[in-house]
């Protein structure tokens, strides 16, 4: 039997979900938010969204934790409900782009663009004799393939004569 049919009232699914709803109630107050479903498109979510989350359709994800967050600058909140009553601190583990302040010092151990020209350099005529050495290989290859074909053709040759009648 399905809740429609029996008339029960529908609830959050999980303990996170009635904690978000009662710090939107809190945040609606405060912000003088009218409406859950006004609510809702301050979080950037579809007007139904809160409802969803009220009636258990739907969880709060990560990411409307993080707007809540970061949209309301919360540090701490507490909720005084009859249910849950509880103190929770809010703290950042994603990196938060800030303004720095001092000065930044580059230590490159004097290395410079010239040094690295010089650098590129080297390493292009080290692979160039690399490339040449490996030409060469290959026409060594090339040769001993060459030698070894002509000692098989000595070799019947000799066979040839050698079986041969005097």
Known sequence: ?????????????????RTFLAIAQQLMAEHNIPSERAMSS??????????RIRTGVQSVPADVW?????????????????????TFNVSRTTNV?????????????????SDCEKERDALKAERDSLLKQVELLNGQLKMQATI???????LDLLRGGFTRPN
């Open 1 to 17: 039997m399905s809740d429609k049919k029996t008339g029960a009232q529908k609830s959050p699914k999980t303990e996170m979900d």
């Open 42 to 51: 301050e979080l950037g979510q579809n007007v139904n969204f809160i409802s």
């Open 66 to 86: 993080g707007v809540l967050i970061s949209k309301f600058n919360l540090k701490s909140f507490s909720i005084e409900d009859e249910d849950t009553p509880a």
């Open 97 to 113: 782009v800030g303004t720095n302040t001092g000065t930044a010092n580059q230590t490159n151990n004097n290395y410079n663009l």
């Open 148 to 154: 070894i074909e002509g000692k098989d053709q000595m």
